[in-house]
Nanobody
Framework: QVQLVESGGGLVQPGGSLRLSCAAS????????IGWFRQAPGKEREGVSC????????YCADSVKGRFTISRDNAKNTVYLQMNSLKPEDTAVYFC???????????????????WGQGTQVTVSS
């Protein structure tokens, strides 16, 4: 079965950095789009960024553009989210997700994500 495991979250002060990892297993194709999502207390889940199998960034939310960078290492079946200049409003549980029909548009449409990791907590606080 498909399994996604996030890691790398933790407590960091404003202006600091974290690198999240998403390790994937059980995928039947190397062409799956993988996306990062986050959910803060009292808010609905929102899309953060998406990446294709060719390492093209297909979407990056305006709220994180210029601060977060998504990348992937297909040989390791791992996707990363480098987060710099972190702000308190970035505090959330971060999830990675994928699916055979997963799709991300440049305008932020993110659909078809059938498989989800358990999430990793990111807390930005002084």
């Amino acid at each position: 079965q498909v399994q996604l495991v996030e890691s790398g979250g933790g407590l960091v002060q404003p202006g600091g950095s974290l690198r999240l990892s998403c390790a994937a297993s059980g995928l039947t194709s190397d062409y799956y789009v993988i996306g990062w999502f986050r959910q803060a207390p009292g808010k609905e889940r929102e899309g953060v960024s998406c990446i294709s199998s060719s390492n093209s960034i297909t979407y990056c939310a305006d709220s994180v553009k210029g601060r977060f960078t998504i990348s992937r290492d297909n040989a390791k079946n791992t996707v990363y989210l480098q987060m710099n200049s972190l702000k308190p409003e970035d505090t959330a549980v971060y999830f990675c997700a994928t699916g055979l029909a997963a799709y991300c548009s440049g305008s932020g449409l993110m659909i078809g994500f059938r498989y989800w990791g358990q999430g990793t907590q990111v807390t930005v606080s002084s």
